[in-house]
Each structure stands twice: as structure tokens, then as C-alpha cells.
């Protein structure tokens, strides 16, 4: 067992007392690194690693005294010796490490699981740490989990299977650049197991291909999968992760043969399963080491508990341990291996049971082997060329063994073949790693040089070009397979591989190809060709016929080369600078001319001719304006130059008839203007005019939308346009919708939006959106007039069978109010009966995974006459999993008397349980009682049930602390100090009290008083309370003092904790509560907490009474806990100074003697963790010696914690807080910092009680 001393935070954990000393087996030398008794089952250690000089590390759990808990802990044992290198509980949080591996360097990997979350952790030698990877069941992150075993090489890469956001699982490789996917699953290939990770980075695993239900060994490291092989048929794989070595040789399980080793398709068997009754199974995960020696744990087929630890297929020769052996004075019982338990050096790192019953012990044990030396004779190697064919190498082993050969540099060696990869340093190394009988021999390495290759370039001959042609492809090739580069010179360039030519004549194309660390340069290429002049042509339009005394008009010509184009004119026409004058009546022509140039041929002459014809005409048709759609008819008119009369004609969305328009729809109608001419004009152009036609508008009616619970169906809404369109929705928030169909997904604000994007007619009506809110309630019931929905099932929990002494009735009364649910058990008659229950179920769904909390009111009554073996439970289970007051599985239990009393009975309690996240889907609670056993007829149990509720955690905090201002935050605090330091009974007090009042009642709370004297003078407290919905009769307490002392402004002690508890009623003022939260502001905390100890001591004793009785007031609800806020604002920074207690930012304390410490450490852990959930930069701690402040008089009589800024051992001096009680604690005395601080202690507060209250948007 571990003996654990007491250490100052920081110090290293001194640990146990394993069992010392040598054990001489026949082949190995074991010895314990770690022990305590009891059976493997019970071993609390993580398989253990082992690096190459024999390093072992593991992860076992420690008793700390100072902090009254297990902390898991990553040791390293470099022999006999232990070292604590870790306490992860103190570095990451409570949880549970599942997987621990230590590389050659010394750098360890831990998986390490804490709540929903799990984290990769790698430890370096020097016991710094970081996280490679994080996941969260409930997170946003890319991984929701990992499996818990994981691997690492001599890189510090380490290999992880992890589940994904859509479901599916991957394989991925962590290092300090971070993250890459080795495979994913897929329809086509599932089932992956653990990975394994060797020095080249190649992680190995098992997956199984749905389509054919084989399993296959995969390899890969960042590319495509290579399927290494198996041994068919392979129908009995285990879940042990399959192992790849440093060669690429992957040792995996195929149930029969028991172990092969598979690489690139071809599979050997290792372990047939044949060569002994002790083969017939794996009783644990396998391992090999670099050198492909594998250490794997068999037994006989079947129940037997025998096994054994070997190294090979020969039961005598390869066995290290088995079980009957005798191993530090006992005989062995079990034995087990992780997959990174055996070094290059065959030590075995391993988990032993020696002994059974009262003389069971379990240890981590390191197993070396007593072996004979061994040497390699490898010759030297010649010089090569690069290209040239593989080079066969061989060497020997004194021992007669079978050498490997490993390749570095330019090459790579398989099979005794040398494989020339590139030019440069080539080095193979020969090693044998030995076996039972051998020591593996050192490794002896031959160098040789690898020259550069020659090369040559293939260039075809250029055929002659024209100026003018498009750009050219050219292509050269190297024989080595490089780039070959091409450049011109002449009437030509060259950009990569395309040639242009820049003008006629001689154009030369050079290829090069300058060599690189394989290949020598490559003799140039050249190839010329020739260029060409280009022709050209003239482009010159038809010219028009003209009407005699037509005024001049310019004529224009161009050439394809670009060129200046000539004209000339003849017949009755002249030309001059471009511009024709037309002559008398008949014909012209003119010719267009080009005469080329250096680069392009004389171009063809083109003539055009022209004659006079008839006078032309023209139409005067104005656009008529725009109309919209629905408009009457319209006339339109329009005239010739000519004077003769014009014609219309319509198309479009309109029709045309007696010169008046019609609109047939939106968009756009054209009419058109036509003159045909006569004999002494020509017919005039149509004129087309187009008439614009808008589309109209349309508008949407859209009612409101009722508020919804989180558990409500989906449901249908009606949303209707103006212009008959159909009308689409859509949702954002916590809803979806479907058609007319609109779903609940979560607790919030449901936006449903009504639309309707217009046709060809309408324009898109306006967007009409109606917001509703969505409750976190699921379910509610309270039982006034029957059971809600609620059945009775007989033997409901712990699998009983007893329904003739159960039963179940609806009463109208004797619940909590009235009506209440009722379950009897036992009774009847004499006979001793075992096991009995009954309970009361009913089924819920969730559109979504939801994280919910249970409140429910119960009292249990056990009779007279149980014995003390004879228990009554209230339980609750949800899909008969059965949830309960941490560390129990129920709610509450009572043992029997011994017949020595009257009944037993809880007494009407409330309980509230998170049940943690359910899945989407149909879910069935079940709220009832369990009796464990009865013998007389005398001895019955009755469970009554009233007020259960369902509700989504969580909403309505995050909804509550999503509403918070830094900026108020800082204002309320201003303001306070603003009337100075706020002593008791002084006008300083009063102002700052009236000032608060007021803001509580814009808040819209009622503001009331607790009134008391002090020194014979009247005093109050200030308080106001948000009632709970559901059960208004309990209540959280959230307070500060409004008092202060010093002559400053008492800024930080306590306008910062009234600043925090008023912004905490503020953002619960809007909300709903399934309990109540009063607020309250003490009084005469400076003076020695007479306000506080004045309230408790008149108001403990009213807790949860009804005034008047049935009016459904309570004046003072029973109390849940209490959380007091005394300076929040003091930022003191890290590293802790000297005299600061070693804690975090916020301090959350708790009084470790008072009665309630138990529920007040539960309800500061709450905290804790609201503080992780909400809080945005500082973290909390826990501390165990709450004192000086408000909650101290609580602390016999509920749960109770204070909250305040890191706490000094002396708040005066030395680096303390400067400011305590001094005339300094001013609003001006805080840095940005201090408020953030405070801040924090708010968002932690508010979202802590806010969920403990079952906060909820109404």
C-alpha cells in the first residue's frame, strides 16, 4: 500500500514502500517497482511503459492529506527508485488517466479523462507539460472523445483514435505543429481499434470492411491506407491494438493463428496457437519492441485462469512468468502487458499478481533478461552511380540469428537489397536483436557514396512559322525526368514551354537542363526556324446608296496588319481627307488600298459602289411612361416626317386594340411604329418603344406564435400573402421548421419568419418574423387532480419480483399541498420477503441532446418493527439506469431501528439531481420506492411523491450571463463608493442604501428590510427575492455587506461583492426559477457580523413555513445554500507573492469543521466548476477556511461558502492588498484588471445559482 506524507503544495508526494529486491527466475531478472495488496482487479495502476534504458512509467492514484482526496500521479522508475513526475488531478482537474507510454528521451504521454472531457497530455523529461489535443462530450471542439489507449515514438508523436463531431472515428498523429488524420471512417471501412505509432511516424491499426465483415491491418501516415494483410479466415480478433515496429512490420491477432506479423499483403505466423495448450488464447494486449521481438500474455482456450508472459512460440524457451511460478515468495495468478511493454533490449515491463485471498499482491514489475553476447561481421560496400540497379548487401551474426539491415541517406534497404534513392551519403546498418538465448548484438553500419547521374535532352526539330501566327507549345525532356528550361533568341520569345514570334525572319529555341543533386547538367539543344511575312487583308463596309443632294459623309477602311489604309474615289463622286462628297446622279466607287511592309504582304485592293436612290423618312413615336401592373388602359399616338399616316402593332405583356394599351401582366410591352413609304419616299424605320410594367405590391399576414415548452411536439403555423403566392418559413434560434411544421430544439428565443419572394407579377412581400419563447421545462407535474400522465409499474428497481407487496394509488390528499403520487411496499402478511419495489414512470422526449436537472418533493415513511438489515430507498431512474445523491444511487435510504422505535420518516424534502445529458429521442423516467427486505406484517414502507419537474440545465444560465455588462458592473461599484465608506449608522450608509433600493425596485423587485438593533440603536439589512415557480418554499442566498470601515470609499470591501449581487438579481429578474434566490445586503458585517447573525438567529427557525398556511407564501423559504461575497476586486497576479495563500484568482471558501461541510464543499465545487463553464478569464480554487465575513453564521445551518479575491495570510502589507479597511480602497484605486477579476466572480456566481435554481427563459 502507499504510505503518503504530507507535503507543502509544490513539493514532490513521497510515496509508498514497494517490495524490494532481485528474483532470480531462469531466464530473467524481475523486479517490483510498485506493489499494494489485493488482485489485479483492484490494481488502480495504468499499464505500464518501458523506453530503452529501462525506464518504466505508469499512473497510479495518491492520497492527499492536504487536499482530502486521490490525485492521480504519472511516476517513473529509472530501477528501485520512484519518482512522482506529475499530479495530474492538480494539473488538469479530478479524473481518471487510462493509457501512460515513456519514449527513449525520457518525454512521456498520458490520456487522461476528466467528466465529459478527456485530454492527451505529453510530460517532458525536465516534467514541464503540455496538451497536444483536448475532447468534450459536450464541447465545440473537433473531438468529442478518444479511446483510452494511446502511443508515442522516439519523436514525441503520439497516435490517437478519436470520435468526431458527425460521429464517425479517426485516427490522428499529435505533435507540436499539430494535428494530422491518418484515416477516417467510413461506410466502406469501420470497427477501428487503438492505434500504434513506430519512429518513421507509420501508425498501425484494425479495421473491419463492412461489405465482406473482414478485419484487416492497416498502415499509413498521412496518405493513402496500405493494407499490411492478415492470416484468413481471422475470426477472432481481440480488441487489442495491433503493434508496428521500427521496420514496418505490424504483430496483430487473428484468434487462429493467435499472432502473426503482416507487411505489404504477406503475413507470417508468429504464434499458430498449435504449439501448446497454453496458446489457445491472448489474455491481454501484445507488444514489440524496435527489433520486432514481441511480449504477449496467453492462456488455454476457455475459463482457465492459468496464463503466462512470453516471447516467442515455445512455451519453455520464450516464457518469462507464468502463472504457478514462484515470484517474491508467492505463487503467480495473473499477469498482464500493454502495448509499449518491451524495449529493444527485451526488458519487460509488466503488471503481476502473486498470491491469492488475504496474501494477494499486485506489482508493476521489470523484467530484464540474462542473455550471451553476440556480434555481426558485415564487409564494406563500393561506391555506386545513382540509377544504377539495387545493390545486394549480406552479413552475419556470431550467434547464427538472421541479421536485418536498416537503411539512412540517399537509399533504402529491403529484403538484403540496397535501393539508390538519390545522390549523396548512404549508410545500412546490420543488427540482430537477439532472442532467449542471445543479447542483441551492437549494430555495425557501412558507408558508401552515391554519384550523380548524366542526362540528356530530347528536343524536336521546329517547323517554320508566319508573323502573325498564334503562340507555339514547344516541349524538351531530360532523360533524368527534371525540367527542362527553353529560351529565344531573334524573331521569337519563349515564356515556359510557349513560343511567340515578335516579327519576320530567324528565330533560335535553346533547351538546358541544369542538373540538380542526382543528375550532371545536360548538354543544350538548339533548333531554328524561320518566320515568315504575314498577309493582310482589308476590311471596307458596303457604302450605302445616297439620295441625290445628300450632304458629304465620311468613309473609313482598315487593314488586318493594322497599316494606314489609301482611298481613292471615281465615277460622280470625290474623296479628301476621309470624307466623300456625292456628285450627280448615277454611280461611285471607291478603292481601298495597303502596300504592306517588313513584316506583312501588299494587301488586295477593295472597291465599293454606291447609287441615289429615293428620299427617306422618319417617325416620331415619344416613350410612353412606366405602368404598373393592375393600371387601365392607356392610348398611345405617334407621326411620320412625311406626314403619312403610321400603323401599330403590340407584343409583350399587353394587348393593343383601337389605340388604346392593355397590361396583361408585369414586365415589359414594346409597341412598334411602321410607315411603309410610297412612291416618292421610302418606307421609314419602325420605331419600338418600350412600355415598362413594375410589378405590384404584395403583403403577408402572419399572427403570433404562443410560447412553447422545451419538450412540446412540433407543431403548425399559418402565415398567408396578399397576393394568394405561397408563403415560406423559416426558423433561427432554438426551433426548426418544416414546411408549416415548426419543431422545438432547445430552451431560448424561436424566430419564425414568414416570407414570400414575389413572381413575375408581385414584388417580394416584407418579411413578417414572429420570435416566441421556448421553456427549458420538460416536463411538470404536481398532482392536484390525478397523476399527470404518470403510471404505476410493479417491481420498478433492482431487478425485484416481489408485485404482490407493492402497489402504487393517485391520492387526492396528504401530498405537499394535496394530491401526490403513493407507493407501499411490504406488509400483507409474515412471510420474510426479499426485495421489493414500485414506482410511478412516464416517457419524454427531447428533439436534442439536452443536459437536464430533476426536481422532485419526497418523504419516506418506514413503520415500526425493521430489523437493521432492512433498508427503504426513494429512487429515480431515467431508461433504468438508476440516478442518485453522489456517491449513492438514491435520493434517500433509511436502515431499520432493530424494533427498538416507532416509524422513521424523511420528512417532506426537496430534491434537485442533474442527470447529465440524454440524447435526443423518447426517454422514461421512473420516480419511486424500494424495500430491501420484510418479515412481519407489521413492517411496511410508503414513499408520496408531489411536485416533479424536468427541466434543461443550463439555458437559462447562459441566457442570465450573457445579459452581464462589464461597464454596470464597474458603475454600481463607482457609485457606491461614491458615497464614501458606508460605516454603519452613518449618512454615508443611508445615501448608498437609498441608491440601491432604488436600483433593485427599477429591477422590478420588491425591496424588503430585516430589521434588528445594534448597540441599543435600530438597523436594517437589505433584501429582495425572486420567488420560485415551482417551489417557492427553498431558496439560495446570495449576499455582500453594504457596511465598510476606513475612511475611503470601501470600493473593494464590499461595494464590489453589492456591485456583483446586484447584477446577479438583475439578470434574474426577467427569468423564471424553479426555486427561489434572495438577495440580501447585510449590515454591521464590519462591526462583527451583527446583521447577518441577527437575521439567522430570528429567521432560522421560520425556514419553509407557509404564512398563511395555504396561501402558498413562504417568508422565509428553507435554505439550499448560501454564497457570501466579501472583496472581489483585488487582482494580486501569479506567481503568488510571499505571503499569499497558494490558491487561484477567486477564492471560493468553505469552513471544513462547521456541520455542513460536506454540502458546503459540494456546493463551492459547484462553483468551481460554474467558474469553468462562465467565467472568462480567472480561474477559481477551492479553500477549506471560510472566516470574517457574513456566512460564517450560516455555517451550522446550511451549506455555506464565501467568495472573494485571492486571500492573503495578512491583508496589510508585504504585497497584500494595500487598500483593506484603509482610506486608499477607492473606485480609482482598481486597475482594468481588478474589475475583470470581479467580474469574473460575477459571471461565476450568476451562472452557478442560476442553474442550481433551475433558471429558465419564461
Given at each position: 500500500?502507499?504510505?503518503?506524507v504530507t507535503v507543502a503544495a509544490g513539493a514532490t508526494l513521497a510515496m509508498f514502500t514497494a517490495f524490494t529486491g532481485t528474483v532470480h527466475a531462469v531466464e530473467y531478472d524481475f523486479v517490483s517497482v510498485d506493489a499494494s495488496g489485493g488482485s489485479l482487479s483492484q490494481f488502480t495502476r495504468t499499464l505500464p511503459s518501458v523506453n530503452a534504458s529501462g525506464a518504466t512509467a505508469f499512473a497510479a492514484p495518491v492520497y492527499n492529506a492536504v487536499s482530502n482526496r486521490d490525485d492521480y500521479v504519472v511516476f517513473r522508475s529509472d530501477g528501485a527508485q520512484l519518482t512522482a513526475v506529475l499530479n495530474l488531478t492538480d494539473a488538469v482537474g479530478p479524473g481518471t488517466p487510462s493509457s501512460v507510454v515513456i519514449n527513449d528521451a525520457g518525454v512521456i504521454a498520458v490520456s487522461?479523462?476528466?467528466?465529459?472531457?478527456?485530454?492527451?497530455?505529453?510530460?517532458?523529461?525536465?516534467?514541464?507539460?503540455?496538451?497536444?489535443?483536448?475532447a468534450d462530450l459536450l464541447g465545440p471542439g473537433p473531438y468529442l472523445a478518444f479511446a483510452p489507449e494511446i502511443s508515442m515514438n522516439q519523436a514525441g508523436q503520439v497516435a490517437v483514435l478519436v470520435t468526431n463531431q458527425d460521429a464517425t472515428f479517426s485516427i490522428v498523429r499529435l505533435d507540436d505543429s499539430g494535428a494530422v488524420e491518418i484515416a477516417r471512417s467510413s461506410p466502406g471501412l469501420l470497427a477501428f481499434s487503438a492505434p500504434t505509432l513506430n519512429d518513421s511516424g507509420v501508425a498501425a491499426f484494425k479495421a473491419q470492411v463492412p461489405a465482406t465483415g473482414t478485419m484487416g491491418v492497416y498502415t499509413a501516415s498521412g496518405g493513402a491506407l496500405t493494407n499490411e494483410g492478415v492470416v484468413p479466415p481471422c475470426d477472432r480478433v481481440s480488441g487489442a491494438a495491433p503493434v508496428i515496429d521500427n521496420a514496418g512490420f505490424v504483430l496483430s491477432d487473428c484468434g487462429a493463428p493467435l499472432l502473426f506479423r503482416a507487411r505489404g499483403g504477406s503475413a507470417t505466423v508468429l504464434v499458430a496457437g498449435s504449439e501448446d495448450p497454453m496458446f489457445g488464447r491472448l489474455a491481454s494486449s501484445y507488444s514489440v519492441n524496435g527489433r520486432g521481438r514481441p511480449a504477449f500474455v496467453a492462456g488455454p482456450a476457455g475459463e482457465s485462469a492459468d496464463v503466462g508472459l512470453f516471447t516467442g512460440n515455445d512455451p519453455v524457451r520464450d516464457k518469462v512468468a507464468r502463472t504457478g511460478d514462484l515470484l517474491f515468495g508467492l505463487d503467480v495468478r495473473d499477469l498482464r502487458v500493454g502495448p509499449h511493454a518491451i524495449n529493444d533490449g527485451g526488458r519487460i515491463a509488466f503488471l503481476l499478481q502473486i498470491g491469492a485471498g488475504g496474501t494477494a499482491t499486485s506489482h508493476v514489475v521489470l523484467a530484464t533478461p540474462r542473455r550471451g553476447p553476440q556480434t555481426i561481421a558485415f564487409p564494406g560496400l563500393a561506391d555506386q552511380a545513382f540509377?544504377?540497379?539495387?545493390?545486394?548487401v549480406t552479413a552475419t551474426a556470431t550467434s547464427g540469428?538472421?541479421?536485418t539491415f536498416a537503411a539512412s541517406g540517399a537509399c533504402s534497404v529491403a529484403d538484403g537489397s540496397v535501393t539508390l534513392l538519390r545522390a549523396g551519403a548512404c549508410a545500412i546498418t546490420a543488427s540482430q536483436s537477439g532472442d532467449a538465448t542471445y543479447l542483441p548484438a551492437d549494430d555495425v553500419s557501412q558507408t558508401f557514396t552515391i554519384r550523380r547521374a548524366t542526362q540528356a535532352i530530347t528536343f524536336a526539330l521546329l517547323g517554320d512559322q508566319i508573323f502573325g501566327n498564334p503562340p507555339t507549345v514547344v516541349a524538351a525532356s531530360a532523360s533524368s525526368g527534371l525540367p527542362v528550361n527553353l529560351s529565344a533568341a531573334g524573331a521569337c520569345a519563349v515564356a515556359g514551354s510557349l513560343v511567340t514570334f515578335a516579327a519576320a525572319g530567324a528565330c533560335t529555341v535553346v533547351a538546358s537542363q541544369a542538373g540538380n543533386a542526382d543528375y550532371e547538367p545536360a548538354a543544350n539543344v538548339s533548333r531554328v526556324l524561320s518566320v515568315a511575312r504575314a498577309g493582310q487583308t482589308i476590311d471596307f463596309a458596303m457604302l450605302p446608296d445616297r439620295t441625290f443632294g445628300d450632304l458629304p459623309f465620311a468613309v473609313s477602311a482598315a487593314a488586318s496588319s493594322g497599316l494606314a489604309v489609301s482611298l481613292t474615289a471615281g465615277g460622280n463622286c470625290t474623296i479628301a481627307g476621309g470624307v466623300l462628297t456625292p456628285g450627280g446622279g448615277g454611280s461611285c466607287t471607291v478603292t481601298a488600298s495597303q502596300a504592306g511592309n517588313a513584316d506583312y504582304e501588299p494587301a488586295a485592293d477593295v472597291a465599293r459602289a454606291f447609287g441615289v436612290a429615293r428620299a427617306g423618312q422618319t417617325i416620331t413615336f415619344a416613350p410612353p411612361p412606366g405602368r404598373t401592373f393592375g393600371d387601365p388602359p392607356f392610348a398611345v399616338t405617334a407621326t411620320a416626317s412625311s406626314g403619312l399616316p403610321v400603323s401599330f402593332r403590340a407584343t409583350g405583356n399587353c394587348v393593343l386594340a383601337a389605340g388604346a394599351l392593355t397590361i396583361t401582366g408585369a414586365g415589359s410591352c414594346a409597341v412598334t411604329v411602321s410607315q411603309p413609304g410610297d412612291a416618292n419616299y421610302l418606307p421609314a424605320s419602325d420605331v419600338t418603344q418600350t412600355v415598362a410594367i413594375a410589378r405590384a405590391a404584395q403583403t403577408i399576414t402572419f399572427g403570433p406564435v404562443p410560447n412553447r415548452?422545451?419538450?412540446?411536439?412540433?407543431?403548425?403555423?399559418?402565415a398567408t400573402a396578399s397576393s394568394t403566392l405561397p408563403v415560406a418559413l423559416t426558423a433561427t434560434g432554438a426551433c426548426s421548421v418544416e414546411a408549416t411544421m415548426v419543431g422545438v430544439t432547445g430552451a431560448?428565443?424561436?424566430?419564425?419568419?414568414?416570407s414570400q419572394a414575389g413572381n413575375a407579377d408581385f414584388d417580394p412581400a416584407p418579411p413578417v418574423a414572429r420570435s416566441f419563447q421556448i421553456s427549458g421545462v420538460i416536463l411538470e407535474a404536481h398532482f392536484e387532480a390525478g397523476s399527470e400522465g404518470f403510471s404505476y409499474v410493479d417491481d420498478a428497481f433492482r431487478g425485484t419480483h416481489q408485485a404482490g407487496y407493492a402497489s402504487g394509488a393517485w391520492v387526492a390528499t396528504g401530498g405537499f399541498r394535496g394530491g401526490a403520487l403513493r407507493v407501499d411496499l411490504g406488509g400483507i402478511d409474515n412471510t420474510a420477503v426479499t426485495g421489493m419495489s414500485g414506482g410511478w414512470q412516464k416517457t419524454f422526449t427531447l428533439s436534442a441532446p439536452t443536459k437536464v436537472t430533476l426536481y422532485l418533493r419526497g418523504i419516506l415513511t418506514q413503520s415500526p418493527y425493521y430489523e437493521a438489515d432492512e433498508k427503504s430507498e426513494l429512487l429515480i431512474s431515467v431508461d433504468g439506469v438508476l440516478f442518485g445523491a453522489a456517491p449513492n444511487d438514491f435520493l434517500a435510504q433509511i436502515v431499520g431501528d432493530g424494533n427498538t422505535g416507532g416509524s422513521i420518516s424523511t420528512g417532506w424534502r426537496l430534491y434537485s439531481l442533474s442527470l447529465g445529458t440524454l440524447g435526443a429521442g423518447s426517454h422514461t423516467l421512473v420516480v419511486g420506492g424500494y424495500n430491501s427486505k420484510k418479515t412481519e406484517a407489521t413492517e411496511s414502507t410508503t414513499l408520496?411523491?408531489?411536485?416533479?419537474?424536468?427541466?434543461?440545465?443550463?439555458?437559462?444560465?447562459?441566457?442570465a450571463v450573457a445579459g452581464l455588462d462589464l461597464d454596470r458592473f464597474k458603475e454600481n461599484i463607482r457609485m457606491l463608493a461614491?458615497?464614501?465608506d458606508r460605516t454603519q449608522g452613518s449618512a454615508s450608509y443611508n445615501n448608498a442604501a437609498t441608491w440601491l433600493e432604488g436600483q433593485l425596485r427599477a429591477a422590478g423587485y420588491t425591496v424588503q428590510h430585516h430589521a434588528y438593533t445594534y448597540l441599543s440603536q435600530p438597523r436594517t439589512s437589505i433584501y429582495v427575492t425572486k420567488v420560485g415557480t415551482l417551489f417557492p418554499d427553498q431558496m439560495y442566498i446570495v449576499s455582500a455587506h453594504l457596511d465598510g470601515r476606513g475612511g475611503g470609499g470601501a470600493a473593494n470591501d464590499d461595494a464590489s461583492g453589492c456591485a456583483l449581487v446586484l447584477e446577479a438579481a438583475r439578470a434574474l429578474a426577467n427569468l423564471q426559477t424553479a426555486v427561489s434566490v434572495r438577495f440580501i445586503f447585510w449590515n454591521n458585517e464590519e462591526t462583527g457580523l451583527n446583521g447577518s447573525t441577527a437575521y439567522v438567529n430570528t429567521r432560522a427557525s421560520l425556514q419553509g413555513a407557509e404564512s398563511p398556511v395555504g396561501s402558498g407564501v413562504y417568508p422565509e423559504p428553507k435554505w439550499l445554500g448560501m454564497i457570501q461575497h466579501d472583496q472581489i476586486l483585488y487582482d494580486h497576479g501569479l506567481p503568488p507573492q510571499p505571503d499569499q495563500i497558494p490558491a487561484a484568482d477567486l477564492d471560493v471558501e468553505y469552513q471544513a469543521s462547521s456541520t455542513y461541510a460536506s454540502a458546503s464543499l459540494q456546493l463551492a465545487t459547484a462553483l468551481r466548476t460554474g467558474n469553468q463553464s462562465y467565467s472568462t478569464q480567472y480561474p477559481a480554487q477551492i479553500g477549506s477556511n471560510m472566516n470574517y465575513t457574513d456566512s460564517v453564521p450560516f455555517q451550522n445551518y446550511t451549506a455555506t461558502v464565501s467568495v472573494r479575491d485571492n486571500q492573503r495570510v495578512a491583508e496589510i502589507g508585504n504585497g497584500s492588498n494595500p487598500t483593506w479597511h484603509q482610506p486608499t480602497d477607492l473606485y480609482t484605486y482598481f486597475s482594468e484588471a481588478d474589475f475583470r477579476l470581479g467580474f469574473n466572480a460575477v459571471q461565476m456566481t450568476l451562472g452557478t445559482v442560476a442553474e442550481l435554481a433551475g433558471a429558465n427563459v419564461p
Open positions: 500500500m502507499r504510505a503518503l487522461y479523462a476528466a467528466g465529459s472531457g478527456a485530454v492527451v497530455l505529453r510530460i517532458a523529461a525536465d516534467g514541464s507539460f503540455s496538451a497536444l489535443a483536448r540509377g544504377a540497379a539495387p545493390v545486394g540469428l538472421a541479421v415548452r422545451l419538450a412540446d411536439p412540433p407543431f403548425a403555423v399559418s431560448g428565443v424561436c424566430t419564425v419568419t414568414a408520496m411523491i408531489d411536485d416533479v419537474m424536468l427541466s434543461e440545465a443550463g439555458s437559462g444560465a447562459r441566457a461614491s458615497y464614501g
